[in-house]
């Protein structure tokens, strides 16, 4: 009977959602040993529409990436977890394996600290970015 019971709170319990503030500050990302909040490096802002179906990501100065050259990224947010979103990217034309587009998980693996993995990649795999908090 408790087996029931506790089996039917966990069916009947709604996921807890991602929390917005996790993004919150000025984050710098890096694949080196080198100081990651140094004035020199790339600064980014992102930002999670209040319908929680949009994420933006701002960056202090101009990238160029396979989605093109900008300052702006923005993406629809396909699922969350509460530690998790996975996205995928305005303009993406990226295909995985099966020839779907490519889909991203930004995972907060610490508070201040994220990483990024391809969707369809094995459970535990990342890319070499690690993303560090700089401000609040």
């Known amino acids: 009977m408790l087996a029931t019971l506790l089996l039917s709170a966990a069916v009947n ?11 919150a500050g000025s984050w710098a990302e890096s694949v080196n040993t080198g100081s990651v909040c140094e004035e020199a490096r790339h600064f980014s802002r992102m930002q999670l529409s209040d319908d929680r179906q949009r994420l933006a990501i701002f960056n202090d100065r101009t990238w160029k990436s396979t989605l093109g ?4 990224f923005a993406a629809v947010v396909l699922a969350e977890t509460e530690r998790s ?8 034309t990226r295909r995985d394996p099966s020839g779907k587009l490519v889909e991203w998980q930004l995972i907060i693996v610490a508070p201040g600290v994220y990483r990024w993995r391809e969707a369809d990649w094995a459970e ?5 970015v690690v993303g560090i908090r700089c401000s609040p």
Do not use: H, S
């Open 13 to 23: 319990t709604a996921p807890i959602p991602f929390d917005a503030t996790q993004l």
């Open 69 to 72: 050259t900008t300052n702006r």
């Open 85 to 92: 979103l996975t996205i995928r990217y305005d303009n993406e």
């Open 124 to 128: 535990g795999k990342v890319n070499g």
